[in-house]
């Protein structure tokens, strides 16, 4: 998998629907790149084309959250060192 992952999001945050709780979506991308086994196979098939979404895992509650967390991917090395995406 990646080594480096960089979310650009401009300190935004998201609110889980379970516990409450606003924790930023880079953050939540980071916690979801280790933990999520859905999202680690969607970014390495993912591409450049497009939006991608899904629902990620609560860093606070480990509760899948309603809200997608929407982003389209910056740069993507093939040997899977580097992966940069940013919010939408």
Known sequence: MFLNCFFESGKEKMVCDVCQRKNDKALIFNYNVDKNAVFKQMLI?????????FKPLCVSCECEMQTPLRFEIAHKEITGIFLKARSV
């Open 45 to 53: 098939e993912a591409n450049y084309s497009g939006v991608l979404e």
